[in-house]
Nanobody, 127 residues
Framework: EVQLQASGGGLVQAGGSLSLSCRTS????????IAWFRQAPGKEREGLSC????????YYAASVKGRFAISSDNAKNTVYLQMNRLEPKDTAVYYC????????????????????WGKGTQVTVSS
């Protein structure tokens, strides 16, 4: 079965950087994308970024574009989220998720469209 495991969260001061990892397993094909979400207490779960497994097509939400970067190492079955210039508003639980389907036309991190979810990892940015 498909499994996703997010890791790398922690406490960081504003302006700092942090890298998250999403280790994946169980996919029998290549037609899917991996997405990153975050959710702060009392807030909607927010889609941040995604990357197609086979073609590398990416998407970034406006809230993180220019500060965050998604990448993948298919040999390690791992997707990364490099987070730079972190701000207190970035404090949230971060999740990785996956959706099966084509990525020829790009990907989009839609909460209700995701097929698999990993456990979240806490990111706390202090001022």
């Amino acid at each position: 079965e498909v499994q996703l495991q997010a890791s790398g969260g922690g406490l960081v001061q504003a302006g700092g950087s942090l890298s998250l990892s999403c280790r994946t397993s169980g996919f029998s094909g290549d037609d899917y994308f991996i997405a990153w979400f975050r959710q702060a207490p009392g807030k909607e779960r927010e889609g941040l970024s995604c990357i197609g497994h086979s073609d590398g097509n990416t998407y970034y939400a406006a809230s993180v574009k220019g500060r965050f970067a998604i990448s993948s190492d298919n040999a390690k079955n791992t997707v990364y989220l490099q987070m730079n210039r972190l701000e207190p508003k970035d404090t949230a639980v971060y999740y990785c998720a996956a959706r099966q389907g084509p990525t020829e036309y790009g990907c989009f991190p839609y909460y209700y469209g995701m097929d698999y979810w990993g456990k979240g990892t806490q990111v706390t940015v202090s001022s």
